[in-house]
């Protein structure tokens, strides 16, 4: 299979994990993948286990925090998240006066935890195309505009009509195999992403729809897109192909 097989239509980061997405024109994407993603994380303190995460599956109003990472994030010193909460006050990440207030408004101990390196639940990248979404709509009757947003993808493809793909997840054509995305990136498909209640909640309200993860279980056995390992760091900008590597 060779040529376009699709172009990216939105870069999307978490620089605090399971809050708000920043969304983004470019983004360069290292070995641990795009900068700033994921820079920051709660945890349950001592909490050793691979998934020690607070996260949107218990505390939904967490998706309710808008996020804003000024700096390259190239190292711990220049990490600084901006943080709008839902009422709209102003925070620092940085600032040890908003653990505490988190805590008393959650009702819960926190552990902040901060690395230039992101915390990724799998893979670094995560990928997920409208035809995925689309195709989800209609199997399942959940209704038009299903937002992508809700499986929180750093990358969405809107893929060409290509022989061999099939239309209800072509990305997981890719599976095993490397893709070029833009002129520097490369990605190895990796694995398919498989699905926790987050899709259930509305990204902007946080409103639950406990149908949608029914369904994905139902239709898809639980997943939906796919994680991918970077072979070669490069720049992802929105309008990039996406094409064989």
Not at 204 to 225: H, N, Q, Y
Request: charge should be positive; proline fraction near 7%; hydrophobic fraction near 40%.
């Amino acid at each position: 299979m060779s040529g376009v097989l699709g172009r990216i239509v939105a870069v999307r980061r978490y620089p605090v994990k399971s809050f708000r997405v920043e969304e983004l024109q470019e983004s360069f994407v290292e070995a641990h993948g795009l900068r700033g993603d994921r820079v920051y994380a709660f945890a349950e303190p001592g909490n050793t286990s691979r998934f020690p995460w607070v996260s949107a599956r218990k505390v939904p109003e967490m998706l309710k925090f808008q996020t804003l990472l000024n700096g390259a994030a190239t190292d711990d010193a220049s990490i600084d998240v901006e943080v709008r909460t839902p009422e709209g006050a102003r925070r620092r990440m940085s600032d040890p006066a908003f653990l505490k207030e988190l805590e008393a408004r959650w009702g819960r101990r926190l552990e902040l935890r901060r690395s230039a390196q992101g915390h990724p639940d799998a893979f670094p990248v995560s990928l997920l195309s409208l035809q995925s979404v689309r195709a989800l709509e209609g199997a399942a009757s959940l209704g038009p505009n299903l937002e992508p947003l809700r499986f929180r993808p750093n990358l969405v493809v809107d893929w060409a009509a290509v022989a061999g793909l099939a239309a209800d997840a072509p990305e997981e054509a890719w599976l095993g195999k490397e893709i070029r995305v833009g002129a520097e990136l490369v990605l190895r498909i990796e694995e398919k992403d498989s699905r926790c209640v987050i899709v259930n909640l509305d990204p902007e309200t946080a409103a639950g729809r406990p149908e949608i993860l029914k369904e994905v279980g139902r239709l898809r056995k639980g997943c939906m897109g796919v994680y991918a390992s970077v072979v070669r760091p490069g720049l992802v900008r929105v309008g990039d192909t996406v094409a064989p590597a």
